[in-house]
C-alpha cells in the first residue's frame, strides 16, 4: 500500500523559507506526478504544485515566485521550498499524487502543520 | 484559473436522508471532476474521479454525474460516517482548483 509522510519543522518565522519533504513507501516514485497542497486552518484547499519524477514542475502561478518543488529519486522522495513566507503560509501541508496529468490525486499524506510565527 | 463553486456551504442532514452536493465551474472542464470527503484532521479522501467513476472501496451509495460546468455528488443514504467536508476538485486546467466545501452535519 503507498504511503506519503510529510515531515518538516512546524513553526518558521517571517520572511524566512518554509521547506518540507515528502517521503513515499509501499511503491516507487518513479513514472508517477508528486504534488504539494496546502489547506490554512478551517479553510479551503490550495494547489501549490506538482513534480514529475524526472524533474519537470508546474507551479500554480498565485505562489510560482516563491516555491521550488525537487524530487530525490534515490530516497524515494520529494520537496517542498516556500521562500519569504508570512502568517498567510500558516496551514496544514499535504503531499499527493497523480498518475498522469488527467488523472485525480489518488493518494496523501496525513498533513502536517507549518505555523509562521515570530 | 478555473473558479468552482459549491452549494449549499452547510448542509443539515439526518442519518438515512439523500443527499445532494452540487459544484459549478467557471468554464467547462469536460468531466474533469473529483469528489473528496474530508473528515476534521484528516487528509482529503478521494471518492469520485472523472465526475461520475466511483474510486475502488468507496460505498456504492456515492454518486456522481455533470459535464462541462456542473457537477453533483450524490449520497443515497446517509451514514454516521459520512457526516463530513465535501470537496469538489478540477484537473482540467492548471493550476489545479478546488471547491470551497459543503459540511453536512447533524
Known sequence: ?118 | AVQLTQSPSSLPASVGDRVTITCRASQGISTALAWFQQIPGKPPKLLIFDASTLESGVPSRFSGSGSGTDFTLTISSLQPEDFATYFCQQFNNYPYTFGPGTKVDI
Open chain 1, 1 to 118: 500500500q503507498l504511503q506519503l509522510q510529510e515531515s518538516g519543522p512546524g513553526l518558521v518565522k517571517p520572511s524566512e523559507t518554509l521547506s518540507l519533504t515528502c517521503t513515499v513507501s509501499g511503491g516507487s516514485i518513479n513514472n508517477f506526478y508528486w504534488n504539494w497542497i496546502r489547506q490554512p486552518p478551517g479553510k479551503g484547499l490550495e494547489w501549490i504544485g506538482y513534480i514529475f519524477y524526472s524533474g519537470s514542475t508546474n507551479y500554480n502561478p498565485s505562489l510560482k515566485s516563491r516555491v521550488a518543488i525537487s524530487v530525490d529519486r534515490s530516497k524515494n522522495q520529494f520537496s517542498l521550498k516556500l521562500t519569504s513566507v508570512t502568517a498567510a503560509d500558516t496551514a496544514v501541508y499535504y503531499c499527493a499524487r497523480h498518475i498522469t496529468v488527467t488523472d485525480p490525486l489518488d493518494y496523501w499524506g496525513q498533513g502536517t502543520l507549518v505555523t509562521v510565527s515570530s
